[in-house]
């Protein structure tokens, strides 16, 4: 099986949303799935590495599964919208290997 593109991704959502009347949400509906999506990732990253431990009755979550929500509904907001997300991740690639390039200390510099 070969490795998931991102416009494969796009294409995935986009095939299984057009099969529904409804289509995508608006984009403020969006956002608020996407703020719930956050909340239940932070929730499991909260339990997994902070102080707050999870209660006894509480079921097993997953990071994973909330970080691949988030990227489901970042994907439908992207699709919507009409965004390559891939031309997107692109541009804030060459943001940050430009106006970042001397902010950290590279791992090739560092002193022996």
Same mark, same amino acid.
């Given at each position: $099986?070969? /490795? !998931?593109? @991102?416009?494969? $991704?796009?294409k995935e959502v986009d095939d299984y949303i057009s099969q529904f009347k409804e289509g995508y949400f608006k984009p403020l509906s969006l956002i608020a799935r996407m703020t719930e999506e956050l909340g239940e990732l932070s929730r499991e990253v909260n339990h997994t590495y902070g102080e707050k431990p999870k209660k006894k009755e509480e079921a097993e979550g997953s990071i994973a599964l909330e970080l691949a929500d988030l990227m489901f509904v970042i994907t439908c907001m992207a699709?919507? !919208? /009409? @965004? /390559? !997300?891939?031309?997107?991740?692109k541009a804030v690639m060459h943001k940050f290997n430009t106006r970042d390039a001397n902010r950290w200390t590279r791992k090739d510099t560092e002193e022996k």
């Open positions: $099986m070969a /490795d !998931l593109t @991102i416009k494969g $991704m796009q699709n919507s !919208l /009409d @965004i /390559d !997300l891939e031309e997107a991740h």
